[in-house]
């Protein structure tokens, strides 16, 4: 096996097991504790006030998080399609469509100000966007634009785990959380864009069987 395929087998393994470390982390201190125990003073309040849309989008992506990875196993895909399609639509419609939608209205009581506000407001209509076109393209027999439009999709999905290593990181360096958190809400998922087109746009035509983020 070529080195160059086991880095990549590597790393979508971990990326894999960070979404599921990260959806398990959603479900466990989202179901076990009260709006807000997970946050900063500064924005219990907030969390007290908005439980139902706040734990609705923590379940929602956690979900998308969960069944992301598997929606590029060529295994599954081939043998079991059925499941294959099943899983897409959970996906699309209580991960992206529940979690996009609750993002959006979220992102309105972001920390950070109107940069973080505009971040994640941005995150969640590209989010809801490219699921959308993932749908319609599958719906047209355009499987090879589907897969294209459902790796941007899994890569906005994955910002939830780049937030997550972002902020202790920026707090570790002694950057301030409310200098950070504006740039985290940009940093957390324009860089997956850029390398999800990176990936696609590759001198070479886009293997469909061999997309990142689930081991084969």
């Known amino acids: 096996m070529k080195l160059s395929t086991l880095s990549t087998r590597g790393t979508e393994a971990m990326l894999a097991l960070m979404a599921v470390a990260v959806a398990a982390y959603a479900f466990l ?35 998308a998080l969960l069944l992301g990875p598997w929606q590029f196993s060529t295994r599954l895909r081939t043998r079991r399609p059925q499941v294959h399609r099943w899983i897409g639509r959970v996906y699309l419609v209580a991960g992206i469509v529940v979690g996009g939608v609750s993002g ?37 027999g355009e499987r090879a634009q589907h897969r294209r439009w459902m790796l941007r999709n899994h890569a906005l999905t994955l910002a939830a785990v780049s937030l997550r290593i972002y902020i202790p990181l920026f707090l570790a360096n002694g950057v301030p959380f409310q200098e950070a958190y ?14 999800a087109q990176w990936w696609l746009n590759r001198g070479r035509p886009v293997d469909t069987h061999a997309l990142p983020t689930m081991p084969r």
């Open 29 to 63: 201190a989202y179901a076990l504790q009260p709006a807000g125990a997970q946050v900063g003073e500064a924005m219990q309040e907030v969390y007290r006030l908005n439980p139902i849309v706040i734990h609705t989008h923590a379940f929602a992506a956690g979900l």
């Open 182 to 195: 504006p740039v985290i809400a940009w940093m957390c998922w324009v860089p997956h864009l850029v390398i």
């Open 104 to 140: 959006l209205l979220l992102s309105r009581l972001a920390q950070g100000g109107w940069v973080a506000q505009l971040g994640f407001a941005c995150l969640a209509v590209v989010w809801l966007y490219t699921g959308y076109r993932g749908y319609r393209a599958i719906r047209r």
